[in-house]
């Protein structure tokens, strides 16, 4: 298993402002994973985290509106820029240790735009 | 396009009885299947998983079956607790072994004394 730690765990920010998000694993992996679940919704994902390589987003998502890093095997950011009510959002960061076994996620970040 | 969606948005039963969560997925490339389950405040926890090549898997208090045929995916839960209360959601591994999942919608599942 793997254990995932965000930070922060929530914030409220205002308008037209960016927020970064931390993701910590306790092991190296190679397949890491930013989500986005809207109020009430479900679980849609935001980008893959690259190592050493810039992320690859789905559709709908955009770098500029949602940088990431990712500087090693460990660690990876989520930004979300340029902050509008409708980025309210639990964001959540995920691992998954080898292809076709589950993912693991981090606690999440609840993000309140006013 | 792809989606795993569920069928019923809240779950209500009596605490003992077994529970039944429902999820269909679209794309029959599809090879591996996962349920979590999502307390408020918490990201999602994994409960069970299934592959392609099996019908049925049991665990602890819960198994899952998978209908290939009609693209279908059940979770059920015996003996059901007021800790089973909670969002869950089903989960397709994206073919082509990428990491991605596609989660559908969720079902809340209430748990009454």
């Known amino acids: 298993s793997a254990v995932i730690s965000q930070k922060p765990s929530r914030d409220i920010c205002q308008r037209g402002t960016s927020l970064t998000i931390q993701c910590q694993v306790d092991s190296q992996v190679t397949m890491m994973f930013w989500y986005r679940q809207q109020p009430g919704q479900s679980l849609t994902l935001i980008a893959t985290a690259n190592q050493g390589s810039e992320a690859t987003y789905e559709s709908g998502f955009v770098i500029d509106k949602f940088p990431i890093s990712r500087p090693n095997l460990t660690f990876s950011t989520l930004t979300v820029s340029n902050m509008s009510p409708e980025d309210s959002s639990i964001y959540l960061c995920?691992?998954?240790?080898?292809?076709?076994?589950?993912?693991?996620f981090g606690q999440g970040t609840r993000l309140t735009v006013v | 396009g792809e989606s795993v969606g569920l069928h019923l948005p809240t779950l209500s039963v009596q605490e003992g009885d077994n529970s039944i969560i429902n999820c269909a997925y679209s794309?029959?490339?599809?090879?591996?299947f996962i349920w979590y389950k999502q307390e408020s405040g918490k990201g999602p926890q994994f409960i069970i998983d299934i592959r392609s090549n099996m019908d049925k898997r049991q665990g602890q208090r819960v198994t899952v079956l998978l209908n290939k045929t009609v693209k279908h995916l059940s979770l059920q839960i015996a003996a059901t607790q007021p800790g089973d209360s909670a969002v869950y959601f089903c989960?397709?591994?994206?073919?082509?072994?990428?990491?991605?999942?596609?989660f559908g919608q969720g079902t809340t599942l209430q748990v009454k004394p």
């Open positions: 995920s691992v998954v240790l080898q292809q076709n076994t589950e993912a693991f």
């Open positions: 989960a397709e591994n994206r073919p082509g072994n990428t990491g991605k999942l596609i």
């Open positions: 794309n029959s490339a599809s090879d591996y």
